[in-house]
């Protein structure tokens, strides 16, 4: 298996993947317009340890609404909250809450303090949830690609009680990236992505919503796969999905339209304990 291919998600596309990242922008930009965001709310000393919190819309209902957390991706290197805010409108629309976690990149930072920075967002999120109005007990976290290994380590972490994960287009077994270029920004050694790819191990604890898109390479679809075997094998709640003519940058946007399998998908690990 040529690694390098497989592990390049725009191999699978042609190679040109600028297109979907100004989409992020255009949508991203659109959605703080639509919808009221809390911008920039620090849950850390790093310079990017910031969230974008997006308030559920006022209703009459006594019930606090749930909390959509979104961890962006772009192989732990690139990539900001700032383009990542394109989820917003449909799901403040649905009557939730919606959070953009920012995190530090590689090489400013390893992978383990990534882990720790997204992990200590989530705390952040359910310590405020009174001031910022959504219930601590109905939070599920999301993440695309790089960002999709984020949410399982962050849904691996016991403390911070989720009530589910949807990894989209994750990696969770980092092994594979030591001898490509990708890991030139991140330096993990073959023990360290042993250690960190045990990060997620403990997810399995966690009902979960698992997709990915029909126009990708193997490696990346073996990835998710794996791991839905590896939720199932423990008995918890898991669904997959392969959502057709979407590739690994577009089919993100499949959890940002109410029409979709996936948008259904993920409000039902909300309504499972509603």
Not at 43 to 52: C, M, N, S, V
Not at 141 to 153: D, E, K, P, R, T
Request: hydrophobic share 40%; proline share 5%; aromatic share 8%.
């Amino acid at each position: 298996m040529d690694l390098e291919k497989e592990y390049s998600p725009s191999s699978a596309i042609g190679g040109n993947y600028q297109p979907y990242v100004q989409q992020y922008i255009d949508r991203s930009k659109e959605a703080f317009v639509r919808v009221p965001c809390h911008r920039d709310l620090r849950y850390g000393k790093a310079e990017r340890a910031l969230i974008d919190y997006f308030p559920a819309p006022q209703t009459s209902t006594n019930q606090s609404p749930g909390l959509l957390v979104f961890i962006h991706g772009g192989y732990w290197q690139e990539l900001s909250k700032n383009e990542s805010s394109f989820l917003a409108p449909a799901w403040h629309a649905a009557g939730f809450a919606h959070a953009v976690v920012g995190y530090t990149l590689a090489p400013q930072a390893k992978l383990g303090e990534i882990v720790a920075q997204c992990r200590v967002a989530i705390a952040y999120l359910r310590e405020q949830a009174a001031q910022l109005g959504h219930d601590p007990q109905r939070i599920v976290v999301a993440g695309s690609s790089a960002g999709g290994y984020l949410a399982a380590a962050c849904a691996a972490d016991a403390s911070l009680d989720l009530l589910g994960m949807i990894p989209i287009s994750g990696i969770f077994d980092l092994s594979p990236l030591v001898s490509t270029t990708i890991n030139d920004a991140l330096g993990m050694t073959v023990q360290e992505a042993a250690e960190l790819s045990r990060k997620t191990d403990d997810c399995k604890r966690m009902p979960a919503v698992i997709a990915w898109g029909e126009i990708e390479t193997q490696a990346f679809k073996q990835q998710s796969q794996n791991l839905a075997k590896h939720i199932a094998h423990y008995g918890q709640t898991c669904e997959t999905l392969e959502v057709a003519g979407r590739n690994h940058f577009d089919v993100v946007h499949e959890l940002g339209n109410p029409q979709s399998k996936l948008f259904a998908a993920a409000m039902r690990l909300f309504d499972c304990h509603a």
